[in-house]
């Protein structure tokens, strides 16, 4: 399947301690457990396990030239970036 440059990427961070307001949440004794909304059509998830408690999910088109793909890792690694530059905290000591 030939993507385009129209298809979208998306990333999705989850607190699973949170309610995330466009994710289905469910109580299971002790733990909630949020599920993702599925991959919109064309797209593939993939799981990014930050800890226990949070995980991404990065959802990119099926098919992808290279030249498509160097350009959604550079845009990505400049993303690190911006995060690291923005949002990065201090780990905490346990």
């Given amino acids: 399947m030939p993507s385009s440059p ?10 699973k301690e949170e309610e995330v307001e466009s994710l289905d949440t469910q109580d299971q004794g002790k733990h909630k457990t949020t599920t993702l909304p599925p991959a ?11 800890s226990q408690s949070q995980k991404a999910m990065l959802y990119v088109p099926a098919s992808m030239t290279r030249k498509e793909y160097d350009l959604l890792k550079r845009q990505i690694e400049n993303s690190f970036l911006v ?12």
Avoid: C, H, N, W
């Fill in 6 to 15: 129209g298809l979208p990427v998306r990333l999705a961070l989850v607190k």
């Fill in 40 to 50: 919109p059509k064309g797209q593939l998830p993939f799981p990014l396990y930050l």
């Fill in 83 to 94: 995060m690291e530059a923005t949002i990065l905290a201090e780990d905490s000591e346990e």
